[in-house]
């Protein structure tokens, strides 16, 4: 994903994506609290905070991070088979990203972050072929409405033998301008999953319950 700003460009990248055997060697802040995006009904829950081991040509000054959120309506996914069925025997999967961690680093007019997105992926009973496909996202509010404001990533693979249930690690790597440091800990860095309209009226009508 670019983003074109002050004459510098951002860009967002996957690094590497695997299936988890272990927990990652960092660990999440736990502070948490919810804050309303601009023109949305949802909910953005923090899931945690990045590292601030930031620094600027070296010197000791300490920056704050952007801030990473999981999307409330869009943290889960529940794909079903195709047919108007609905029932637990429909489901082909379900997935939730549950962590993530991070840091960052200024450089001259930029931010550089290091992100591990981790997503539990579970089998359904209507997935006979034991395929795992679905899209997740990464997205900077501060170019909302912007083409290149968004990054729609993949995640194919299959749950093999008699597994049904694995954790995915995707690693990203983000480089955002900034005009000085200090103005990189307003931005914000949203994760989701890409549903569907069906998908998504599906996650809100859970939540009424």
């Known amino acids: ?3 074109q700003a002050h004459r510098r460009r951002a860009d967002v990248r996957r690094i590497a994506q695997k299936r988890l055997t272990s927990q990652p060697r960092r660990s999440i802040l736990p502070s948490r609290h919810s804050l309303r995006l601009i023109r949305t009904v949802a909910f953005v829950t923090v ?32 794909r079903f088979k195709a047919g108007p069925g609905r029932d637990i025997t429909d489901i082909l999967l379900e997935a939730e990203i549950v962590n993530f961690t991070g840091e960052c680093d200024y450089g ?84 989701g999953f890409q549903l569907t309209p069906a998908e998504l009226k599906f996650n809100r009508s859970r939540k009424q319950r």
């Open 1 to 3: 994903m670019r983003l």
């Open 47 to 78: 899931a945690g905070l990045l590292a601030s081991s930031c620094s600027l040509f070296g010197d000791s000054t300490v920056y704050r991070c952007p801030a990473v959120f999981i999307l409330d309506d869009a943290k889960d996914l529940t």
């Open 108 to 191: 001259d007019g930029e931010v550089e972050i290091e992100l591990l997105v981790q997503i539990r992926v579970e089998r359904g009973l209507a997935n006979i072929n034991r395929e795992i496909k679905f899209d997740y996202f990464a997205a900077i509010p501060k170019f909302k409405g912007q083409a290149e404001g968004k990054r729609v990533l993949p995640v194919i693979g299959e749950f093999e033998g008699t597994r049904t249930r694995l954790v995915y690690q995707d690693e990203l790597k983000m480089v955002i301008p900034v005009a000085k440091p200090t103005d990189g800990g307003a931005i914000e860095i949203v994760l």
